[in-house]
């Protein structure tokens, strides 16, 4: 329905003339008339307040579709750091309410994490912000340091903190429901290694080796993480070493195999590693990632201008590869070139 013919319709709902509803957003009676006859579109800064006075969302007065809404409500979480409350509230109604319609339940429920995230994400920069300064207020005291862990994901010394049993716990059970498919294999896999339980990673490894898509490759780098968990770095180093006589050029090993070195502090191989990866990718547009690995390895070593400078290549590569004009990734990319060419 046009925008115009939704107006009218709502105007007649709420008992409202052209006059009346022209008063009360502060306009002349003559702009309703031309709204409802499509000579002219109300300003966006109106929107607002219209819907605030039929008593629905500014979604509604176009008449779109749930497909519609739902993609909306995922284009302003990408291009927006934070949403108004009452912007949360109306999106988080909408989706829950989704979630008895059995076409859009897949898609509300991704959105519903998708919008708590966000939030979190907005809320975790507040705590960070907060705890810092207390900390540099009271740095012999421990009060917002575990705060602080949380919000950015810091690393925490209490082992019954640390370690990821729930989460081993839940992709446990995922495998067990899904036994064909291979990302929660590798979820769990990743998770057992973070907690050095190596022999459970290692006997699940035969059943993700079996799935028909499996790349060889993934095998044989958790086999060299397996025997890092072991503490066994040269038989890890051996493996990798093998795999890249093997698959000198493979996309695949290349990245693999740079995440390897970067855990291991071998940075100059890394970062080699990483922009080989980079640079035989033949997807497009290509992904950030190694980019991004880059740049947090020149920060780690204080070559703040080779940081900045990587970052400038994300902004490229967003802008020319991506296409993207506006958007979250793209604003958090600009930041962390302006602040590394000040620390430069």
Known sequence: MELGKKIRQLRGKAALTQEQLAE???IGAQAVSKWENAASMP?????PRLAEIFGVSIDDLFDLTAVQRMNRIENRMDIEDELPQEVFREYEDFL???LQDETSHKRATELLAYLYWHRMQADARRVGTYAKEAIRTAPGEKTCQWMLNMAEGHAVWD???ANHHKAID?????????PGVRLP????IDNLLADHRADEAEALLPQYAALPDVNPILVEVYRAHIALARYDEPAADRIMEQLGEQYPDDFVYLFEAAQYYARKCDYDRAISLYERSFALETRRPRYQDELMAIAEI????????GAADTWGRIVELLEGEWGITEDVELQHAKREQARLLMKA
Do not use: S
């Open 96 to 98: 829950k309410g989704q």
């Open 159 to 161: 082992w019954n903190l």
């Open 43 to 47: 300003d966006i800064a109106l929107l």
């Open 170 to 178: 839940f992709y446990r059970q995922l495998v067990k429901d899904n």
């Open 185 to 188: 294999y590798a979820w769990l």
């Open 24 to 26: 009360r957003i502060g």
């Open 298 to 305: 020149c920060e780690i070593r204080g070559d703040y201008r």
